[in-house]
């Protein structure tokens, strides 16, 4: 996760960190898998509308339940639209 904080602030970009947790803690590993599957999806599908580059970085946790931490350049309107997804982030 290091390496890739210092790649974004080299490229200039505002980044974001994720933590999808909490309703996945309690599934079973495939479907937690899936549900962060599908956030790298549309992570995706929103940098390119925004013109970002579409780069992102995943670490898998399994302290306390499977969760990913992930870390991605984004822009306010591209975090408004996640958010209206439900899914949770903070800036870094």
Do not use: C
Not at 57 to 74: D, K, Q, Y
């Amino acid at each position: 996760m290091s390496g890739a904080f210092h790649y974004f602030k080299r490229q200039g970009l505002t980044y974001w960190w994720a933590v999808l947790g909490d309703d996945l803690l309690d599934l079973p590993e495939v479907e937690a898998r899936e549900e962060v599957r599908k956030f790298t999806s549309s992570l995706v599908r929103e940098q390119k509308r925004q013109g970002i580059p579409q780069d992102w970085v995943r670490v898998w946790e399994t302290s306390g339940g499977l969760h990913a931490n992930v870390i991605f350049p984004a822009t306010p309107a591209l975090i408004a639209r996640l958010r209206r997804r439900d899914f949770w982030m903070a800036q870094s």
